[in-house]
């Protein structure tokens, strides 16, 4: 028999296929495209947000975010604690099953930590889990998670780590896994055509709310104006990124609208306090603080923006937890601005080069610019503009120290909805991404990090960012809004974390 | 012809060392391919790792000499995303991007055999203006533009094709019309002056002495003759081509070589970026040769006189 178990099941597969294919109709199936394919379908082997996103649809995670509340809430799990410093205990959903039909227990979590932790194994997501140490096993449906040092971010850094099964790791392997997702999602993958679409079926089996869509097809679309095009001739019903000028385009087409939400990325101009590249005027505080008083964001945000931004007191973004919302932004005055330079040491004004990218993840970001420019030579600081047009190099810059007294930069808090995310990567002294060195913030810094007090946490987070206000540590722009193009014929919102859901997608009465 | 094919030959060994040096040299030049492999909080010691897991670390001519000496044998690597290997994801998209150019041919030459003897018979006339106007035309708008346009008039307004994608024949329209209009000009001014110049010769007044009725000259002794500057160009083209494709890849989310490449530099896949620079450089190539080969199965003398 077992010799023509392979047969068998190649035959049942070429006998199901076309039954599942053909049965499939616009009606029932929701469109969603996205810039580029996934590498595989093993989500902790990718660094793509794409990759994150599908992994929504077929997995499930032990967390995942309440679009409603901003909230982690629980998935998987169903609630978790910390039983001291260094130990959280995790219970888990019951009656459970994967998409193979085996039910889902502690030992799949475990397994699933386990192999991401493993060095041997290679997997891209082990730098997001660093800090756990291990995963045991209590019961079938508890865990407990040991981490080195207080973990604050433990419970966060849950919503992007999907549940694959314990089963599938042993028997089948890593090869066979980037390509065959068993979880335990919504949707079930039944189909994958490289470079060109994803072919997922709704799992009647799920534990949670149905999708109401039989079908969700994910279409590989590289180009924008393609993508716009597919939606307003009714080819696709969610795009997202949407550019803030083709914005009417899909207003005014009558098939399509589109949607907006703050999402999790906070952009700034980084001033070169640290002097990583070398001395500079941005060393002296009085410089700083006249840059932001130089410009004014709000009207930006305003005219050039369409009202797309919501303007941040600091570098840390409205949604992060921590965030303070009583520190009120710098607000435009030109002639104090000028005071604070020539106390400085530059009552004619200063000469900076400026190094500028390409508006690939700020929208806009050309228009911007020039605004902010003209504003900061009102006050007496000229910039003189370097341009690097490909992401790639434009990091590498930043990262050796080599970007110079003033730079774009915007950050995304690698999808961390916690201040930490932000002050540590950008704001803390010797980090590749920072060009502010502080000691007094390191210290909250780290303060921050070693307790898991939700409430002593804001108290440090509001002295920190009260701290880089203070001392104008760069120039602080706006939270970016993402944009969305939804099709007429369904129901959707704009997802606030960049996960978008087909599963919660419905057909429009 | 011996001699002929092995000289082209050995010149495409040299050709292919020095694409791949080149390929090679601007990879390591744009960036460190660690920094987009791991996510940004990954820690130092983490990237470190990956460096070395990757022979990143190592000085560049080894890294160079590892690559070409496994390249050689097929084994161009391991895709650092897809983790399989890369000569087999390369050559997995090669056929659509290879229907896509020979379409893209074939509706050039559609275009241009017709309009370019046209406009050579019926030279300085209305309807020779009119050719060279859709040649400028043409050879004006950017394959980018045009594809767009496409877009907007037969799928968005009109709703008879489909927007992009890859799979039936109405898939094809559109793509292959924008990058056969792309050829087109070029291909048909070649068309009419090769003809032009053929309609003066000694044997079409033989021809033409001899009583034979004027479409049959054309087609028979004009047209063959003029063929001939148009092949090698049409070879010359073909890199050009490819650069369209792809241009109309992307526009299209057609899924051939070409947008891979693109995906491929923006992630820094090394062994992806650098087996699809060879094979395609190794295409181009061997395109060459081959038209040199037909030139010369159409023109006598070029055999006799190698």
């Keep these: 028999m077992h010799r023509f178990l392979p047969a068998v099941a190649v035959l049942a597969v070429l006998l199901l296929l076309p039954v599942v294919v053909a049965a499939q109709t616009r009606e029932d199936t929701v469109v969603y495209a996205i810039q580029g394919d996934l590498p595989n379908w093993d989500p902790p082997n990718s660094v793509l947000r794409e990759s994150i996103i599908l992994g929504y649809h077929v997995f499930d995670h032990l967390a995942s975010r309440d679009l409603k509340t901003g909230k982690v809430s629980p998935s998987l799990a169903t609630s978790w604690r910390p039983l001291d410093d260094t130990t959280w205990e995790v219970k888990l959903r019951q009656g459970v099953r994967f998409h193979d039909g085996s039910p889902f227990s502690a030992r799949d979590v475990k397994a699933t930590f386990d192999r991401v932790l493993d060095e041997k194994n290679k997997l891209t997501a082990r730098g997001n889990h660093l800090k756990i140490k291990s995963v045991e096993v209590l019961d079938d449906h508890t865990v407990r998670f040991k981490t080195d040092g207080p973990y604050p971010l433990f419970v966060e850094r849950l919503t992007a780590q999907v549940i694959q099964s314990e089963k599938v790791i042993r028997d089948k392997g890593h090869e066979w896994m980037q390509r065959n997702p068993v979880g335990t999602g919504p949707y079930k993958l039944v189909r994958w055509t490289e470079k060109q679409e994803h072919l997922l079926v709704r799992n009647d089996d799920y534990w949670g709310p149905k999708p109401a869509f039989k079908y969700a097809r994910v279409r590989i679309i590289p180009e924008t104006a393609t993508q716009i095009a597919e939606l307003i001739s009714g080819g696709v019903d969610v795009i997202k990124a949407v550019p803030p000028d083709q914005m009417d385009v899909i207003d005014k087409s009558g098939i399509a609208r589109t949607a907006s939400s703050p999402i999790l990325r906070t952009a700034m101009l980084q001033l070169d306090q640290a002097a990583r590249s070398g001395p500079n005027p941005f060393t002296d505080r009085r410089v700083r603080q006249a840059a932001n008083l130089a410009t004014d964001m709000d009207a930006v945000i305003k005219h050039v923006l369409n009202g797309l931004g919501d303007r941040t007191a600091t570098t840390v973004n409205p949604m992060a937890f921590g965030f303070d919302a009583s520190i009120k932004p710098y607000k435009q005055d030109i002639d104090r601005a000028k005071k604070l330079l020539a106390e400085a040491g530059y009552p004619n004004g200063i000469d900076v080069n400026f190094l500028t990218m390409p508006p690939i993840v700020e929208p806009g970001l050309r228009q911007t610019t020039e605004a902010i420019v003209a504003d900061l030579a009102k006050a007496g600081i000229r910039t003189k503009q370097r341009y690097i047009g490909e992401i790639g190099p434009y990091v590498t810059q930043v990262k050796e120290g080599k970007a110079g007294p003033m730079f774009e930069w915007s950050w995304g808090y690698y999808s961390v909805f916690d201040a930490d995310a932000i002050l540590y990567d950008v704001m803390k002294c010797n980090e590749a991404y920072s060009y502010y060195c502080n000691k007094e913030l390191d210290d909250l810094i780290q303060a921050g990090r070693s307790t898991l007090d939700p409430k002593k946490r804001t108290e440090i987070y509001a002295k920190a960012q009260r701290l880089i206000f203070d001392d104008a540590a760069y120039i602080y722009k706006w939270g970016l809004r993402g944009v969305w193009g939804i099709s007429n014929r369904v129901d959707y919102e704009a997802p606030r974390d960049e996960i978008d859901r087909m599963f919660v997608v419905k057909p429009r009465k | ?205 033989t021809a033409r002495a001899k009583g034979l009725a004027e479409p049959r000259v054309v087609a028979k002794h004009a047209f063959r003759n003029a063929c001939i500057p148009v092949v090698t160009v049409l070879g010359l083209q073909f890199g050009q081509l490819l650069g369209g494709a792809i241009v109309t890849e992307t526009v299209f989310a057609w899924p051939g070589v070409a947008t891979l490449t693109v995906e491929s530099i923006r992630n820094q896949d090394f062994p992806v970026v650098q087996c699809a620079v060879v094979l395609l450089a190794l295409i181009i190539v061997i395109v060459n040769l081959l038209v040199d080969l037909v030139v010369g199965f159409i023109d006598p003398r070029i055999r006799v006189g190698a």
């Excluded at chain 2, 011996?2 to 020095?18: C, K």
């Excluded at chain 2, 390591?28 to 820690?43: C, E, K, M, R, S």
């Excluded at chain 2, 050039?108 to 018979?121: E, N, R, V, Y």
Aim: charge should be positive; hydrophobic fraction near 55%.
């Design chain 2, 1 to 205: 012809m011996r001699r002929y094919i092995f000289r082209q030959l050995a010149q495409l060994v040299v050709v292919i060392f020095g694409i791949s040096i080149l390929a090679f040299g601007i990879l390591h030049v744009i960036g460190d391919p660690v920094l987009l492999l791991l996510p940004q909080n990954a820690g130092p010691e983490e990237f470190e790792r990956y460096r070395r897991l990757l022979g990143l670390d190592q000085p560049l001519w080894a890294q160079y000499w590892r690559f070409a000496s496994h390249a050689i044998q097929g084994d161009f690597g391991k895709s650092w995303y897809a983790d399989v290997p890369a000569f087999g994801l390369v050559l997995d998209r090669m056929p659509p991007t290879i229907y896509l150019t020979l379409a893209g041919l074939v509706v050039a030459l559609l275009i241009a055999l017709p309009l370019g003897i046209l406009a050579a018979l019926k030279r300085h006339s209305f309807m020779d203006n009119v050719c060279t106007m859709l040649a400028v035309a043409g050879q004006a708008m950017p394959i980018f533009w045009l594809g767009i346009m496409l877009i907007i008039v037969f799928a968005v307004r009109l709703r008879l094709l489909p927007a992009s994608g890859y799979g039936t024949w109405q898939h094809f329209l559109m793509p292959a019309f924008t990058l056969g209009a792309f050829l087109a000009p070029i291909t048909m001014r070649l068309v009419r002056s090769g003809v032009i110049e053929v309609m003066n010769m000694e044997y079409i007044k």
